[in-house]
């Protein structure tokens, strides 16, 4: 069967994070400290899902793209029949959902940026719900999202952007990625256009397009949405370091802890 733009854009979500962000340290070290059960939501092509199951813990991954989940499923398959009995995925919407094993996971997160899709500020306020949800009592929670600055915001006026070229490892084909980003400053929100184009050299490229709408979220609205979901916020630090949260930051990386317990 000829391959989906869903599928497409799936295997090359894969190929456009081959060079590794730079979280998956701190997520294992969060999940040996918190325990064995996992909640990922956005969990994608199973980038951290696999890994987590792969370190002993059980693993549940919400997404809303069954080629995303797809990936995902075929990632643990290879990785052994081991790995793949502790992977579980569920298409399900991050803002809603409720699991029936809400408040027994050990570490509920929401990874690199992901936060960004779920449209609102009330629909983000909700997705932290959802984690706080499904959180065992003493349970820790985990949201990352980039803080661009005001000169990454300024270049954002719809020119195109080559970002890069890589050949991608299932196909041979060589892949260049372009984006054009809006700045809707009203709405705190990104109107962001990527471009795949793939082909062998001297061929007609295959051009894949994706748009997304991506709601920018500061600090101390995760420190409100943890908040108001019940939660106690352990951390805020500026990098997978933990290093401080200061006017340099790139990015924000919060923990929370559920405190039920405690009360």
């Known amino acids: 069967m000829p391959e989906t733009a ?26 040996a400290r918190a325990g064995d059960r996992v909640l990922e939501l956005a969990s994608g092509s199973g980038r951290l899902t696999v890994p987590l199951a792969h370190a002993g813990h059980d693993v549940t991954g919400v997404d809303l793209d069954p080629a995303m989940l797809e990936r995902a499923r075929s990632a643990a398959d290879q990785a052994g029949r081991d790995v793949a009995n502790r ?19 050990d570490l509920a997160l929401i990874p690199l940026n992901s936060i960004f899709l779920m449209g609102s500020r009330a629909d983000q306020a909700a997705a932290v719900a959802t984690l706080a949800a499904h959180l065992a009592p ?20 719809g020119r ?22 809006i700045y809707e400053p009203a709405t705190a929100s990104v109107r962001l256009t990527t471009i795949f184009e793939e ?14 709408r991506l709601r920018l979220v500061t600090p101390d609205e995760l420190v409100a949405f943890a908040e108001t979901a019940g939660l ?22 919060m923990i929370a802890r559920d405190a039920s317990a405690t009360r």
């Open 87 to 105: 992977v579980r995925l569920v298409r399900d919407d991050a803002r809603t959902v409720r699991l029936e094993g809400a408040g027994t996971y």
């Open 138 to 157: 003493g349970g820790l929670a985990m949201v990352d999202a980039w803080l661009p600055d005001a000169e990454d915001l300024a270049r954002y006026d």
């Open 160 to 181: 195109l952007v080559l970002e890069w070229t890589r050949e991608e490892p299932e196909t041979g084909r060589t892949v260049t990625k372009t984006g054009s980003a």
């Open 199 to 212: 082909g062998r050299q001297g061929d007609a490229p295959v051009r894949w397009v994706r748009v997304d």
């Open 232 to 253: 106690e916020v352990e951390t805020l630090a500026g990098d997978y370091d933990l290093g401080p949260l200061d006017g340099g930051a790139e990015r924000v990386v």
């Open 6 to 31: 869903a599928q497409a854009l799936a295997r090359l979500y894969d190929l456009d994070l081959s060079e590794d962000p730079g979280d998956l340290d701190l997520i294992l070290a969060l999940a």
